[in-house]
């Protein structure tokens, strides 16, 4: 399938300095991990305002855990895609790429991105509620219940719910890139859970050409100065395939005014 790029965005290609993605977890989809929302959505039956609570977990911690593990089961199965390894070629070509997620896989990380802010935390960690004990794996589970190994107190996976604060650290830093981009690129998100959802407009009022990624609009469509309509698999190749051509031709016009 090809994809079709504006000549704006050719040339945006071409002499931007700053590039950083954002994504979500349409990015993910493609190895294998299913969205929340959307069409590909399969938590329909469990929507993730009803589980990704504190609420929810202290009512129901075994249900919580339950759904964290059958997560974590699916994401340790799968590897990174096109997607993900089209983000790492772009680093290369444009001397770094910071990539802002939502996501709590590692995908990025194992493919191969050096700069990562996860916003949402990463679901390889755990701690418990009572000592504060970081926890891998070594879970115990008293009828269905995540135990601390240590002082036998309920374990919750190190991810971000709702009404909770964001890390402050990942947060600050992905302002600071979201802020500082010359190109912008917000990848498989609905955009609707903040204060993330913020960001591409945060980055656009901050000078970057705002481009969107997703095979259907979203409520940042309207905003984008490009909506690239398909899947994060097929379009970031051929966007890393256009800065590769396009940069090559800028290096080789610089070389020659450089003899
Ligand atoms: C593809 C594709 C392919 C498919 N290629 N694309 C009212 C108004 C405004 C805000 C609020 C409000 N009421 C409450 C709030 C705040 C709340 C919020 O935003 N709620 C909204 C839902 C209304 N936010 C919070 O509570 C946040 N904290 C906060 O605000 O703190 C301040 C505060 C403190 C105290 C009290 C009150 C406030 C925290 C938000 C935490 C979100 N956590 C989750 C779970 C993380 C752990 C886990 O994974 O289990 O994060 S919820 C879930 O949604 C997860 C995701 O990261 C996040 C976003 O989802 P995402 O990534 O966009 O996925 P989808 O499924 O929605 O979309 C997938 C997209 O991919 C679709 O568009 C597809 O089309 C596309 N796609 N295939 C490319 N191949
Ligand atoms: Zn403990």
Known sequence: MSVHFSDRLSSRLRSVQAVVAFTGAGISAESGVPTFR????IWKAMRPEELASMDAFLRDPSLVWGWYSQRRAIIQSVQPNDGHRALVEMEALFGGLPVITQNIDNLHRRAGSSTVHELHGNIERNYCLRCGAMAGAEVLLKEGRPTCVRCGGLVRPDVVWFGELLPEDAW????????SADLF???GTSGIVY???SLPLH???SGAFLV???????PLTSSADEFLQGSAGTVLPALAALARRVR????????KNHP
């Open 195 to 197: 204060p993330a959802a």
């Open 248 to 255: 090559g031709e800028a290096s080789e016009e610089g070389g």
């Open 203 to 205: 980055a656009k009022r």
């Open 38 to 41: 959307g069409k590909e959505g």
């Open 172 to 179: 600050d830093a992905s302002l600071h890139a979201a802020g």
């Open 212 to 218: 969107e990624i997703n095979p259907e609009p979203t």
């Open 185 to 187: 690129l917000s990848i």
